[in-house]
Nanobody
């Protein structure tokens, strides 16, 4: 199983980034996918989640209206479009594949820094 995040970087407040997570080694379309983030000194927090077929989505209150999660099951990829970024969005962003208690996988993460 492999989850590889990309698309992070340095962006000014108010800017946008699009994160991608390429999955391999499992049946992607059977798994719910999540994005979570961890800032220095803080616990990892759920940012967004999407059901296996893409019909159900959930967002943390802190990102509602600014972030959009999507997936392409043909490409085994999940995305996180992040708009109107704020300094408090600075964190390492990880993607997660969840197919049940014993099928729970995490990527290494991609750094997002929002600063002027």
């Amino acid at each position: 199983v492999q989850l590889v995040e990309s698309g992070g970087g340095l962006v000014q407040p108010g800017g946008s980034l699009r994160l991608s997570c390429a999955a391999s080694g499992f049946t992607f379309s059977n798994y719910a996918m999540k994005w979570a983030r961890q800032a220095p000194g803080k616990e990892r927090e759920l940012v967004a989640a999407i059901s296996s077929a893409g019909g159900g989505r959930h967002y943390a209150d802190s990102v509602k209206g600014r972030f959009t999660i999507s997936r392409d099951n043909a490409k085994n990829t999940v995305y996180l479009q992040m708009n109107s970024l704020k300094p408090e969005d600075t964190a390492v962003y990880h993607c997660n594949a969840y197919g049940g208690h014993s099928n729970d996988y995490w990527g290494q993460g991609t750094q997002v820094t929002v600063s002027s």
